[in-house]
């Protein structure tokens, strides 16, 4: 049975590299490899698609900063967040804003698995966990 798991999520892995034109995720592509799927019916095409779905929606949070905020964030921050963001993984990341006003203050950004934590909320907690 593991060597089935494997071989799905090896396939998976293939089908992902698929899925890319010219080093960038491609929806001409996942359509593609999606149409493919549904033409050629794979061994338990759940497990399948559930294993390439979670590799595409990785990718795509790697191309994506979260930016998180209490108050207002005007476009320059929001560009320039971008630009050093971008500087930083050596790859174009667009930001989302999202408003979250339980950070009192400050930013929270996420990028992939990557969290950048500037916010008052934050500190409080590291000061509360100290005393």
């Not at 399948?48 to 790697?62: C, D, H, N, P, T």
């Not at 930016?67 to 174009?92: F, N, Q």
């Amino acid at each position: 049975m593991a060597s089935g798991k494997k071989q799905t999520q090896a396939f998976a892995r293939e089908l992902f590299k698929l899925s890319f034109a010219n080093g960038v995720l491609s929806s001409d592509q996942v359509a593609g490899v999606l149409e493919y799927v549904e033409k050629s019916r794979p061994a338990n095409p759940s497990a399948l698609l559930k294993a390439y779905q979670r590799l595409i929606a990785a990718e795509v949070a790697r191309g994506q900063a979260i930016v998180e905020h209490a108050g207002a964030v005007g476009d320059s921050t929001l560009a320039a967040i971008s630009a050093a963001m971008s500087t930083k993984y050596g790859r174009p990341i667009a930001t989302l804003n999202r408003r979250n006003d339980s950070l009192i203050a400050g930013l929270r950004i996420r990028v992939g698995d990557d969290l950048y934590e500037s916010s008052v909320s934050s500190q409080l907690a590291a000061l509360g966990a100290a005393l």
